[in-house]
């Protein structure tokens, strides 16, 4: 059983789409968050749930718009889609309550490609 | 604000050689640490992390990692590499915050990728 598991893997779109993103974890874990790995391997933060409430916010385009149905899902929404855009993009879970001394567990990743 | 500093994006050993991947790191709160392991065209694994007590931490595949204030530094090291280990490596930092806000908000290094050579 696949603990965190991102659909779709690979994702190659035109500049101007929408496009989604989903992620669902079997974990029983109450946070969620999607990193963004850009060409170079560097990760970031973009956002955070915390039982369906959103609790991290960094500083990305409103064209990106989680969404979490339940606990176990955070789906992610980009309008408009940029060249700049392009990335892999990571969904991971974690614990609450377990202090921030919790790792994160994380998907396998989608590689977004727009042309 | 939190910082990870990976020194070295590229660490070529030999087989059997000593690994040592170097993480420094800014935190104004003590951090808890983490080292997560990514093979090609996959997600990020961890490895080992240290939150508190023993600064010697011990992880997975014959790692470990000591965390030194005095340093501000995680190193990983393995006494012996082996061909498996090829793949890149990040160091991240998280903390506490008695807001409640940060929730396991990882701010990662920028990775190392190391190579074993035969």
């Known amino acids: 059983d696949t603990a965190v598991s991102q659909t779709p893997k690979y994702l190659v779109t035109q500049m101007g789409n929408d496009k989604s993103i989903k992620c669902e974890q079997n974990l029983g874990h109450d946070t969620m968050y999607w990193y963004k790995q850009d060409s170079k391997k560097f990760l970031k933060i973009m956002f955070s749930y915390n039982n369906k409430e959103l609790i991290i916010n960094e500083t990305v385009p409103n064209r990106f718009s989680p969404k979490s149905p339940d606990k176990a899902h955070l789906n992610l929404h980009i309008n408009s889609l940029e060249l700049g855009d392009s990335a892999v993009y990571f969904c991971?879970?974690?614990?609450?309550?377990?202090?921030?001394?919790?790792?994160?567990?994380f998907g396998q990743g989608t590689r977004l490609t727009v042309v | 604000a939190q910082s990870v500093t990976q020194l070295g994006s590229h660490v070529s050993v030999s087989e059997g050689a000593l690994v040592l991947l170097r993480c420094n790191y800014s935190s104004s709160v003590p951090p808890y640490l983490f080292w997560y392991v990514q093979y090609p065209n996959q997600g990020l694994q961890l490895l080992l992390k240290y939150t508190t007590g023993a600064t010697l931490v011990k992880g997975i595949n014959g790692f470990e990692a000591e965390f030194k204030k005095s340093e501000t530094s995680f190193h990983l090291t393995k006494p012996s590499a082996h061909m498996s280990d090829a793949a890149e490596y990040f160091c991240?930092?998280?903390?506490?915050?008695?807001?409640?806000?940060?929730?396991?908000?990882?701010?990662f290094g920028q990775g190392t990728i190391l190579t074993v050579h035969p």
């Open positions: 991240a930092v998280s903390y506490y915050n008695a807001g409640g806000t940060s929730y396991g908000k990882l701010t």
């Open positions: 991971a879970s974690s614990p609450r309550g377990a202090g921030m001394d919790t790792e994160a567990f």
